[in-house]
């Protein structure tokens, strides 16, 4: 018996061929599947199969496809989509080049500190005492295939030189010199020095922040703070600042609250008296900091959405994945991947996580019926930065 050709074959034919009983057809078969970026839904399903040789190959090719992904986020995460990189860390359980992953991290972040604190002697301060560009990159070359995996920071106070690739709540008491990517919130009660910090969900805890960066999707609350980039879609409050030498950068999508000032030896309420920090720029309502980063918008894969207790669909292009996938303005998304959305910011962040996976299954209230829609971001690329 000749072997099937899968140059055109359908993507339903090429998983069934999956369990075919012929080796060859397998083969060719998974060979042509993990060229298919647009085959994760189906393939997603496949991982159920009654057919234990389909699941098996349907979950080799998605690691080979899902790698891809990351491998084109972390593209975007080098010219400031940052979001992306820490979304990354919720589906990317197993990195095919850990090496690549935390060179980007640190590429990235050193261009946000450099546009940060643009003072050449402050930069020069934060490679001196703290901030781990050098040392990390010679500690990433070492040893980074060591600690890819889901670390995590409970019962561990003050650690040096960890690298931790996270999903969910992460708790610590304390950390230096390291490198956190969590999709989830950090929750830290003691100092984080040194650092650089990439979150989905914030960042909080009677926590002290020194030489470090933070990037987030959510909101920071800090007990005090200096010589650090602080960048949240979110709010920013932070409990007390002393007035010299403070160089901060604090850039909020919504407010920034400062509860006290230390000036000459002296607390006072802040009152909003920034000219007693020196080194210090506070920016809020900011969508695009720094001109370098941004966070994922419902607009970046072409729809608009309304309302807070039922999120409707207003618009779509033409051309994009939602359109191609069949959805129709007036359509109220209720749910992405089985998890309810209850209004547009979970809308957003559900749709980054599925941006970052390459395929998502959106159900949808329609007509007083339900009905779901398989929507696949394959060859779908993200607005360009305007700087």
């Not at 034919?13 to 999956?18: G, V």
């Not at 060591?146 to 999903?167: E, P």
Request: proline share 3%; net charge positive; hydrophobic share 40%.
């Amino acid at each position: 018996m000749q072997p099937v050709q899968c140059a055109e074959t359908r993507l339903t034919e090429l998983i069934q061929l999956l369990g075919s009983k012929e080796y060859q057809d397998r083969e060719n078969a998974s060979r042509a599947l993990e060229k298919r970026d647009d085959a994760v839904i189906e393939l997603r399903a496949a991982l159920a199969s009654d057919n234990a040789e389909v699941a098996r190959r349907a979950k080799s090719i998605l690691n080979v496809i899902v790698n891809r992904r990351l491998m084109r986020c972390l593209e975007y995460g080098r010219s400031g989509r940052i979001d992306l990189i820490a979304e990354s860390a919720r589906i990317h359980e197993t990195i095919a080049d850990g090496k690549v992953v935390w060179q980007t991290i640190l590429d990235a972040s050193w261009e946000i500190v450099k546009l940060g604190q643009p003072d050449t002697a402050v930069q020069q301060k934060w490679k001196h005492e703290g901030f781990p560009e050098q040392p990390f990159k010679n500690f990433v070359a070492q040893r980074a295939n060591y600690f890819i995996g889901r670390n995590s920071l409970d019962a561990v106070k003050n650690v040096r030189l960890l690298t931790i690739w996270h999903s969910g709540i992460l708790k610590g008491n304390g950390v230096n010199r390291s490198l956190i990517v969590n999709a989830g919130p950090i929750q830290v009660d003691h100092v984080v020095g040194g650092c650089i910090v990439f979150s989905t969900e914030g960042l909080s805890g009677s926590l002290g922040l020194y030489h470090s960066l933070v990037v987030t999707d959510g909101d920071i609350r800090l007990r005090h703070a200096n010589n650090s980039v602080v960048i949240a879609r979110g709010n920013i409050r932070i409990a007390e600042l002393t007035g010299a030498k403070c160089n901060l950068s604090l850039h909020a999508g919504g407010r920034v609250h400062i509860e006290s000032l230390v000036h000459n030896g002296r607390r006072a309420p802040f009152n909003g008296r920034t000219n007693l920090l020196e080194g210090t720029e506070i920016k809020e309502g900011v969508r695009t900091s720094l001109g370098f980063v941004r966070f994922f918008e419902i607009s970046d894969v072409g729809i608009e959405v309304r309302g807070d207790g039922a999120p409707k669909l207003e618009k779509l292009l033409a051309d994009s994945p939602m359109a191609k996938a069949g959805l129709k303005p007036g359509d109220v998304i209720l749910a992405i991947d089985d998890c309810k959305v209850g209004d547009c910011d979970a809308v957003r962040r559900m749709l980054r996580r599925a941006f970052v996976l390459g395929g998502g299954v959106l159900t949808i209230s329609r007509d007083g019926g339900t009905l779901e829609k398989p929507v696949s971001f394959a060859g779908w690329e993200l607005p360009a930065l305007k700087r």
